[in-house]
């Protein structure tokens, strides 16, 4: 008996840094540093630097975690800001409620939601989160009560950044809004003398113009507009040429 190893779910080292209780935490563990932000950050592919939350350790502190989160990205569906949208009433107050929370009105260009995206979260009473295994195969938990799992929902925002994007991972713990991971995505840089519609990526609502100045509107030069150029101009502009580019 002595010579079985400890499953994995009776462990009660941190899952971030391994260190047994007694010890806490070793010095380089984000869960040492009350003032530390992020725990993990990812370069994935196109651009994109994700930033898993200490907000939100909680929820994602193993690889099983964010992998059920990850799984949920691709499924959202996406809601231009600003527009009338059929939200679940719920989603909908809390978007209005953690928006200004953020202060990131003004840059909101886009809602993602699925209705099916929720993570089962054991509704536990660990009080470390850092040490919580009750999700591990094998844990008495896994054989509780249905109602001991709770279902989170995943939304995301977009926001405008200069460079490219940000998007706040959010899960909806029934009481507000977790940040649980951010990723900034660069490589799509507002594009210059383009409208506000072309700049938040509200193609479809550009009528081709930008304001300038009081009387005059000028062309509105994002690219999404380039089968609009009149055949004429179209055939000067060299195959792949940005029409932003030439001034
Ligand atoms: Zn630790
Ligand atoms: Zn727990
Ligand atoms: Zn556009
Ligand atoms: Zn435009």
């Known amino acids: 008996m002595t010579t079985q190893p400890t499953p994995a779910w009776a462990e009660t080292g941190c899952l971030l840094c391994g260190a047994p209780p007694a010890v806490g935490h070793h010095a380089d563990c984000p869960g040492a540093d009350p003032d530390a932000v992020d725990y993990l950050t990812e370069h994935l592919p196109g651009a994109v630097t994700r930033s898993w939350t200490m907000a939100g350790v909680r929820y994602t502190a193993t690889e099983a975690r964010r992998a059920a989160i990850t799984a ?15 939200l679940p009433f719920s989603v909908g107050l809390l978007i209005k409620e953690i ?79 977790v940040v649980i991971a951010e990723d900034d995505i660069g490589n799509d840089p507002i594009p210059t003398n383009a409208s506000i519609d072309c700049q938040m990526g509200w193609c479809d609502l550009c009528d081709g113009t930008r304001p300038a100045g009081e009387a005059a509107r000028q062309r509105c030069t994002h690219s999404c507009h380039t089968a609009d150029i009149p055949t004429d101009v179209q055939t000067a502009v060299q195959p792949g040429a940005e029409v932003g580019d030439e001034h």
């Open 72 to 86: 949920l990205m691709p499924t959202m569906q996406w809601h231009q800001a600003g527009r009338t949208v059929s």
């Open 99 to 177: 928006v200004p929370k953020l202060g990131v009105q003004r840059w909101l260009a886009a809602v993602g939601f699925h209705p099916l995206a929720t993570v089962a979260v054991p509704d536990c009473g660990c009080t470390d989160p850092l040490r919580c295994r009750c999700d591990f195969d094998g844990h008495p938990h896994a054989y509780a009560a249905p109602d001991f799992w709770a279902d989170y929902a995943l939304l995301v925002l977009r926001l405008r950044r200069p460079q490219g994007w940000l998007d706040p991972w959010l899960l909806d713990i029934g009481t507000g809004a």
